[in-house]
C-alpha cells in the first residue's frame, strides 16, 4: 500500500538536519566542535564558540599502573589522553564525568567513566577562555580492548548524535 502526502510538510524535508554530524577521532587526531547552550526550557540551541580536541594517547592499564586497588568493573581500564582547546572567542566548558561513553560490535554504549583519576594531573574539567587549553587524561573502564568512546555532552536537547568519537585501539 502507498502512502500520499497529502499535506506538504508531511514530505521528506530538503533541510540540513539540525544537529551536526559526530567528529570521528582516532589516537593522534584532532578536530573542532562547536559548543553551545539552549534557552531555560532546553530549547533554542545556539553556537558560542568553539574547542579544538586532541587524542594524544590511549594506553590500556592495570590497577596498579594507575595506583588503584579497584579491579575495572566492565572488564579493562583505559587511560585516553586529551589536549582541550578553547579556539572560540568565547568560553566554554568540558565535563567528561558521566558524559563518556563506549561501545562495540557486542556490547550497547555503557557508561565508561570512573573516578579513578581524580586528584592526578590537570584536570579536563574546566570552562576555557578564549586561548586556554589543558592536556590531561581520564580513566575510563571498558569492556574490552577496542570499541568506540563517545562524548555525549552537547546542550542541544536535538542533538542526536554525540559530539565526537574516538576509535580506541585494539591491542
Known amino acids: 500500500m502507498d502512502v500520499v502526502a497529502d499535506d506538504p510538510a508531511d514530505e521528506p524535508s530538503e533541510e540540513a538536519p539540525s544537529s551536526t554530524p559526530a567528529l570521528k577521532l582516532a589516537v593522534g587526531e584532532t578536530g573542532t566542535y562547536d559548543v553551545g547552550e539552549a534557552d531555560e526550557y532546553g530549547e533554542n540551541f545556539k553556537v558560542t564558540s568553539k574547542m579544538q580536541v586532541n587524542v594524544a594517547g590511549a594506553e590500556y592499564v592495570t590497577p596498579d599502573e594507575i595506583g588503584t586497588s579497584n579491579e575495572p568493573e566492565q572488564g579493562q581500564f583505559v587511560k585516553l589522553v586529551l589536549t582541550l582547546k578553547n579556539v ?3 568560553p566554554a566548558e ?3 564525568y558521566g558524559l563518556l561513553t563506549w561501545e562495540d560490535d557486542q556490547t ?18 574546566a570552562t576555557y577562555k578564549p586561548g586556554q587549553s589543558v592536556t590531561g587524561s581520564v580513566i575510563l573502564d571498558v569492556a574490552r580492548k577496542g570499541g568506540i568512546v563517545s562524548y555525549v555532552g552537547s546542550e542541544d536537547a536535538e542533538a542526536e548524535e554525540p559530539v565526537f568519537t574516538i576509535e580506541l585501539p585494539k591491542s
Open 94 to 96: 568540558f565535563s567528561a
Open 108 to 125: 550497547a554504549a555503557q557508561d565508561a567513566t570512573t573516578l579513578e583519576s581524580v586528584g592526578e594531573g590537570p584536570d579536563l574539567d
Open 88 to 90: 572560540g572567542k568565547a
